[in-house]
């Protein structure tokens, strides 16, 4: 089969590799429909994370279930799953609490941009469809699998309520799910900090009700004109630099939550200024699990579209140039059909 491997910072290749097969009686192995490129997967290209070489690409996936493990009871060969990109049993104390993403068990999906994936702890992982779904619903259900569940846990973890002000801070393509997630949940007001101007569109198309376009200081003070100098009820932190953290303390109104899913990178915080912010933080690995079944509900019943967020489609074949369009910002994600 085809696979994605990277072999160096800018050195992602497709290559002929083994098929997967099980591992452990809870594994199952599937036949992509569709996979993508994750922001996260940039880290690595850019040479900015230390990296196993080569290392298999790709965490986001969706497909059909080709072989099961002997343990596995809730999915069968030929149906149509879509899975976290953790891995989790959904039955430890911390998957029960909600927390998938902390599971005892957890496991971090690799090997996606490829024509089939394993996918260990299926019982726990995945949801599988009625049915086969229609085609043009396939980028939105991919979506599910992490852009879209991280966005909705921002937006869950920020405690975004009905009537609220929220401010996504990040209009890559996580931040452009957490507007379309604050407004689900029923923000009146979402506030996207963009300065792109095909971002802003589409995070306008997802229901952002204001753009800031201004960054740092300038930023903030943007942000608290626009909420009479109090500041957001929530905040969605979807970029993960001190930066984009410092800001996203400066505009939360005291009382109020900062969600936050951006992977920290070189992020530091004063303990005397978070003691008197007075805001709560809860981030970390979106618990993806949690949100499938209703974000699946949604996309089917065609109520969102977060697959949109897709600006870019490719074959599989030509991985590379999908990896250096989300390096060089011509695309916001793109996809890659199998
Ligand atoms: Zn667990």
Redesign the pocket.
């Known amino acids: 089969m085809l696979g994605t491997q990277l072999y160096a910072p800018g050195d992602v290749r497709i290559e002929e590799m083994p098929e997967p097969t099980l591992q452990k009686p809870t594994d199952v192995t599937i036949r992509l429909a569709a996979t993508c490129v994750c922001g996260s997967d940039l880290w690595p290209y850019r040479g900015l994370n230390k990296f196993e070489r080569p290392m298999h690409m790709g965490h986001e996936y969706c497909g059909t279930v080709v072989e099961v493990g002997s343990a596995v009871t809730s999915v069968k060969p030929g149906q149509f799953v879509v899975g976290s990109f953790c891995l989790?049993?959904?039955?430890?104390p911390?998957?029960r609490y909600g927390f998938?993403s902390s599971?005892?068990?957890r496991e971090f999906m690799t090997g996606a941009q490829s024509q089939f994936a394993r996918v260990p702890l299926a019982d726990?992982t995945l949801i599988a469809l009625d049915q086969q779904p229609d085609d043009d619903l396939i980028p939105s259900l991919l979506a599910a699998s992490d852009v879209l569940g991280t966005g909705w846990y921002a937006a869950v973890a920020a405690r975004v309520e009905p009537g609220c002000t929220a401010v996504v801070v990040g209009d890559g393509a996580v931040g452009l799910m957490g507007v379309l997630a604050a407004r689900q949940l029923g923000a009146a007001r979402v506030i996207t900090m963009s300065r792109h101007k095909a971002r802003q569109e589409l995070a306008l198309d997802y229901g952002a009700t204001d753009i800031v376009a201004e960054r740092g200081d300038d930023g903030v003070a943007k942000v608290k004109a626009l909420t009479d100098q109090i500041g957001a009820d929530a905040v969605l932190e979807c970029v993960g630099t001190n930066e984009s953290m410092q800001q996203a303390l400066a505009i939360a109104r005291p009382g109020s939550m900062i969600g936050y899913v951006g992977v920290p990178h070189g992020v530091q915080f004063d303990g005397g200024r978070l003691f008197y912010s007075q805001t709560g933080m809860l981030g970390g690995p979106a618990p993806v699990r949690r949100f499938l079944p209703k974000l699946i509900d949604l996309i089917l019943t065609r109520q969102i579209n977060p697959g949109k967020v897709f600006d870019l489609q490719l074959p599989l074949a030509d991985v590379a140039e999908g990896y250096k369009a989300m390096d060089e910002r011509r695309a916001i994600k793109a996809l890659l059909r199998v």
């Open positions: 989790s049993d959904n039955t430890c911390h998957c998938q599971c005892v068990q726990g």
